[in-house]
T-cell receptor
Framework: GQNIDQPTEMTATEGAIVQINCTYQTSGFNGLFWYQQHAGEAPTFLSYNVLDGLEEKGRFSSFLSRSKGYSYLLLKELQMKDSASYLCAPHYPGSARQLTFGSGTQLTVLP | DGGITQSPKYLFRKEGQNVTLSCEQNLNHDAMYWYRQDPGQGLRLIYYSQIVNDFQKGDIAEGYSVSREKKESFPLTVTSAQKNPTAFYLC???????????????FGPGTRLTVT
């Protein structure tokens, strides 16, 4: 399998910064997706990283280290609406199913 | 607007009955997927299809069946053989799997199935 590991739960305060880590198997790896999923809703695309380094997109940034099999999602200036599950999904082009999703990190933002 | 539709949003069935969940997309995507999500857990792949008239089992295909007779449609049947069918079912699609990547998956709104 792709051995995806991310924390189950995290809690942070409104206005703060939170980093959600994800590790994955590097064999056959091409890039990594992050999705956001609010309770009872469908996942929505946040980012895709294929190169090493940090990519910033507004309040959300995503980092990738290909050699370490490590990624993180950085959320700044947290808002209550950021309370959601964040799914890490590495992309393996050689696999017919393409993506494998992690179990998700449930982030709770407190006032 | 292009997108993926799943209906109904909520579905109730009695144990022992087969039930079919619909999934339609007008994004002209070749690949389609079915996932199951249980409370507090991630997405588990049930079946996927790369092209019309072809589909492959995912990690938890037992008790489920699919068909892909049209590019736009990928219905999932939950059979009476599925021992614990109550769950949130998500359908997704992406462009073709053959010519490289990356392939963002677009998700439908999901169907919450309750079997009693």
């Amino acid at each position: 399998g792709q051995n995806i590991d991310q924390p189950t739960e995290m809690t942070a305060t409104e206005g703060a910064i939170v980093q959600i880590n994800c590790t994955y198997q590097t064999s056959g790896f091409n890039g990594l997706f992050w999705y956001q999923q609010h309770a009872g809703e469908a996942p929505t695309f946040l980012s895709y990283n294929v190169l090493d380094g940090l990519e910033e997109k507004g309040r959300f940034s995503s980092f990738l280290s290909r050699s370490k099999g490590y990624s993180y999602l950085l959320l700044k200036e947290l808002q209550m609406k950021d309370s959601a599950s964040y799914l890490c999904a590495p992309h393996y082009p050689g696999s017919a199913r393409q993506l494998t999703f992690g179990s998700g990190t449930q982030l709770t933002v407190l006032p | 607007d292009g997108g993926i539709t799943q209906s109904p949003k909520y579905l109730f069935r009695k144990e022992g009955q087969n039930v079919t969940l619909s999934c339609e997309q007008n994004l002209n995507h070749d690949a389609m997927y079915w996932y199951r999500q249980d409370p507090g857990q991630g997405l588990r792949l049930i079946y996927y299809s790369q092209i019309v008239n072809d589909f492959q089992k995912g990690d938890i295909a037992e008790g489920y069946s699919v068909s892909r007779e049209k590019k736009e449609s990928f219905p999932l049947t939950v059979t009476s053989a599925q021992k614990n069918p109550t769950a949130f079912y998500l359908c997704a699609s992406s462009i073709d799997l053959v010519s490289g990547g990356p392939y963002e998956q677009y998700f439908g709104p999901g169907t919450r199935l309750t079997v009693t």
